[in-house]
């Protein structure tokens, strides 16, 4: 079973990298570029079967290591 | 605007962040985690009113900066 987990910032946690990110992107010429907010993508690779299994694991996943729960949302996309 | 762009590995790139990831995983105690790849999301707010227009612009800048696109694929998502 595949899945995907996205980790993004919570609204309101200042993002240097994202603020880089979008200065490059004027810099580069790109126009039109209001924000930028950068965060992170897990693709897993799971041997449940289940899709609630499968969801129960990575809400552990993602509350042990993937996400930091004090800055960081995450959303888990079962395939 | 709203668009998220995600960019990951290409099939075969090998990945060792993903792999330092499944091994922490395991050894957490989480089960049935077969494989894991990380990627980037860049959540960006553009000013562009018209779709085709903000498309064209999220390539450029997929191109320019956000994708290598030696090893990685990139995907345009646009709400």
Redesign the interface.
């Known amino acids: 079973m595949k899945a995907r987990v996205?980790v993004?910032l919570k609204t309101g946690v200042l993002d240097p990298q994202?603020k880089a990110?979008e200065g490059?992107?004027k810099s580069?010429g790109?126009?039109?570029?209001?924000?930028?907010?950068?965060?992170?993508?897990?693709?897993?690779?799971?041997?449940?079967t289940n899709k609630a299994?499968?969801e129960t694991?990575l809400k552990?996943?993602c509350e042990?290591?993937?996400a930091n729960m004090v800055v960081e949302n995450y959303r888990i996309d079962i395939a």
């Open positions: 996205t993004t994202g990110i490059a992107l580069l790109v126009a039109g570029v209001e924000s930028v907010r950068q965060g992170k993508v897990f693709d897993i690779e799971l041997s449940a299994a499968a694991e552990i996943a042990k290591l993937l």
